[in-house]
DNA sequence: TTTTCAATAGCGAAATCGGGGGAGTTTACA
DNA sequence: TGTAAACTCCCCCGATTTCGCTATTGAAAA
């Protein structure tokens, strides 16, 4: 028996959406709730194991709902559910921890099954929401290209640089002399065409050189 | 009409898809291949809109042959079906780019669909592979959660440090006086629990304080 | 009203960094 | 076999950074 928790804030939706789960094999609606003023008080006071989220809400979002949730509750499955097809809320809703997003032309027995896809470790979406999470996913990596034609022993020297090792850690480490070190940085430099320890270093990060 | 090639070194699954596609209304079967060897030629012989692509397959495997039909036929979607549910392999077919990645439990009707999805713009997804990535995605993330505290002024040295600026003209774009700036920085690193410059640019960009 | 704190500023000393130069050895490759 | 690139090391020197302190101002919080 999966228990369900609703947040919605249009009436009919609702009513809806609490008489399937009360009518179907395997589901039990622990509340329906046209808002998230009192959430937490709401789940404790009757414990469910998955929350069907709307996001367009009045006072809190659904999104913001989703991190507060989850920050009390980090074994609740929450499963957003919204008309909304944008990156942003895309986005936010999974970094606010989401487990599932759909939308709200799913079918009545698209939701259940959604429900039971969370609630089984799964995260259903919609497949146009799943290419947007792979297209913000692939940006998110958007590798360097670009090769700086650092040397092996640059590479590590650089590398050492951005952990914040001065010259002289660094020289150690590598079993070279401090000042092997400064012709290294110094050629590394030169390569990135930066002029210092700090340049270098937000570049490596950023590129993912290293 | 959505024209489908396979590549799929078993005989029997081969024989199965292509007979599904053949007999299903609104799908042809431009091609059923046991291997990539000559996968751009086949296809250049045979041009498609979707590609079914079994990973595990002798020679080349799916991810590579991804890859390649991306870097010759970027139009072209592709549907993955495997059995693995590993992350490097979804890790790697998406960033080789591809459109979907279904689970070979399907049924019949799932894989028919799973096509008409990618055709149309989404990315089908098991919704455990979904889980999957949205773990990997927050992974890549890692937004910090942790609150340094940093004060306005400070936050604006951080960044200025960031793009390599030195104290001196730190000093002068915040109109305050170097001395100020040694300040501010020292605050930064108590705040930081770093001791070098390169240690707190680090940390800012990881960290997406900046 | 008192306390707290961010922001400002200064001084001194030690350490580190960055640019300039030069030069030897090894490794890879044509 | 010759050459280029990578790796190694050294010296000099000024600029910069880092780490101690202390201290004033003003605004906000208690």
Redesign the interface.
Known sequence: MIRVAIFEDNKHLRDTFELLLSNSEGFSCTGAYPDCQNMIDDITDSPCDVVLMDIEMPGMNGIEATRLMKKHYPHINILIQTVFFEDDYIFNA??AGA??YILKSTTPNGYLE?IR??Q?????????I??R??E???V??QLSTTNYNLSTQEKKVLQL????K?YKMIASELFISQETVKSHVSNIYGKLH??????A??LA??NKIV
Chains 1, 2 share one sequence.
């Open positions: 999974i970094c487990s599932g959604a896809d969370v089984s470790g799964g995260s259903p979406m919609t497949p146009g799943a290419r999470v792979l913000l996913f692939k998110n990596l640089l951005v952990t914040g001065s930066v002029h210092s320890a700090t340049e270093v937000a990060i950023r």
